[in-house]
């Protein structure tokens, strides 16, 4: 069976190339980040509110704020932290936000046990594995049926993470991957609406998934066919060509977690190749947005289903969040503000007369499928001046993907954009992770950060 094979790879996993290692050191310290982003300008309050509200005992820390709750709670509150403001990575094969649910347990369970940060990072590596695979065994399968497959494959991938921390023998580990699969879902119905549910469900998968492993360390059990058998994940789940077998295929050879992309710009990774288009095109020819007569998209089929979704208001956002999942409405906002940052999506800026006049003459062709998934597609746009000049943009594939990295540098100063400022030191104890006999250096720099940022805004007030 698929789980048990994989729970097996999981727990018994010790060799990591470097290359995996350093992979899962940038997607952490992208995650610290985001979650230190969403903390400073309060996106995730709700869900802090609530994960307080939990308690349990002292187990595990909230990142930036130095609240101690139940594992189960932290992995709840950082989860959402991480995702809250749609800035963390993405698999492109999968569609899914590995940090997201990778961070939140591979941290709570890990520091409620004291795991060194080696084994930290090696159960990170084993869960990046394990979200990453199981969501692109069904590509934009679990999105067509209106799910979020980083909750889908998100309980799974926590599960895992805290089975090997948790020092779960293989038999436990697969009733947990059994137990898991009945926790899975998450609706895609906050697209029409810019319902804050996307934000939460990788603190639910997170959450779920550690529960799963405590359940399965009691003696409950979980079907080991949750992957290949009927009534299975993606019997239930998902719609389409569906390969479980490549969940396990080439384990401990072809490392997913080489693959996963930062991005750049806090908005839906399916619009990411049309926006680096766009800027091709502003590098190529400058102009404003008062000169643009109309802006042409080409969009890949799977992307067109969600950032171009006509049933919902693309030019005039209901919410700041529905805004990252319009394309119309970020690609003027991008031509606007000659670029895209946090600000742009904050409330006061998405009502902006100038960003919905030019989003209204945004227009996109959908392309015929071409065997590349829908985060990995190339972006092309056509933009007509009025004064008759036309203007081509192209990327082969949008910035920041598994092929096409962003560098140190992009990665520090998105960082540091991210926290409000330097934060040099916690940079340097999040890249040697590797090396940290637990987690107290990494948390501390964390909790001092954000309280760096909060002396900052307090004195600016």
């Known amino acids: 069976m698929i789980a048990r094979e994989l729970a097996r790879w999981a727990l018994g996993l010790t060799d990591v ?59 709840l509150a950082n989860g959402t932290l991480v995702h809250a403001l749609d800035f963390d990575d993405t698999h492109a094969g999968g569609l899914v936000h590995a940090t997201a649910v990778v961070l939140p347990a591979a941290f709570a369970v890990g520091e409620q046990v004291g795991a060194s940060g080696r084994e930290v990072l090696t159960a990170a590596v084993a869960g990046y ?35 090997r921390l948790l020092g779960l023998d293989v038999a436990q580990a697969t009733n947990a991957l059994g137990i898991a699969g009945s ?54 789940l998902a719609q389409g060509g569906v390969d479980p077998h490549s969940i396990v295929a080439d384990l401990g050879d072809r490392w997913e977690t080489t693959r996963i992309g930062i991005k750049p710009y806090a ?27 109309e802006i042409h998209a080409q969009v890949h089929p799977d992307s067109a289903s969600v950032v171009c979704d006509t049933s919902r208001d693309l030019l ?13 409405w970020t690609v003027a906002a991008l031509v606007v503000d000659r670029g895209v940052s946090l600000d742009t999506f904050e409330p006061h800026s998405i009502a902006r007369a100038e960003v919905s006049e030019l989003a209204a003459r945004v227009r996109w062709d959908v392309t015929e499928p071409s065997g590349l998934v829908a985060a990995d597609a190339p972006g092309r746009v056509s933009i007509r001046l009025r004064d008759g000049r036309v203007v081509e943009g192209f990327v082969r594939r949008s910035e920041g993907g598994g092929v096409n990295p962003l560098g140190r540098d992009a990665l520090v100063a998105k960082f540091e954009g991210n926290v409000g400022g330097r934060a040099s030191g916690l940079v340097d104890v999040v890249e040697a992770l590797d090396e940290q006999p637990d987690l107290t250096a990494v948390l501390s720099a964390a909790a001092a950060a954000a309280a760096e940022f909060a002396q900052r805004s307090q004195e600016q007030r």
């Open 17 to 75: 190339p470097a290359a995996a290692r350093q992979a899962a050191v940038r997607h952490l310290l992208d995650g610290v980040g985001t979650a230190l982003g969403a903390y400073r300008t309060g996106a995730a309050t709700p869900a802090l509110t609530v994960a307080r509200d939990l308690g349990g005992p002292d187990e595990a820390t909230v990142l930036g704020t130095g609240h101690r709750l139940s594992a189960p709670a932290a992995a």
């Open 129 to 163: 594995e394990t979200a990453c695979r199981v969501a692109a065994a069904a590509p934009h399968g679990f999105h067509a049926r209106g799910l979020h497959a980083t909750m889908v494959a998100g309980v799974f991938s926590s599960a895992l993470v805290a089975a």
């Open 183 to 236: 926790q899975a879902g998450g609706l895609l119905a906050f697209l029409g609406t810019g319902a804050s549910t996307k934000q939460l469900h990788p603190g639910f998968a997170s959450q779920s998934g550690i529960i799963a492993a405590r359940l399965a360390a009691a003696g409950a059990t979980g079907p080991e066919t949750v992957f290949d058998g009927p009534h299975g994940v993606f019997d239930a």
């Open 267 to 293: 908005a839906c990774q399916l619009s990411h190749a049309t926006m680096g288009a766009t800027l091709d095109a502003m590098a190529r020819e400058p102009f404003g947005p008062e000169d643009v007569s």
């Open 316 to 328: 005039r956002p209901a919410s700041a969040y529905a805004a990252k999942f319009s394309l119309p």
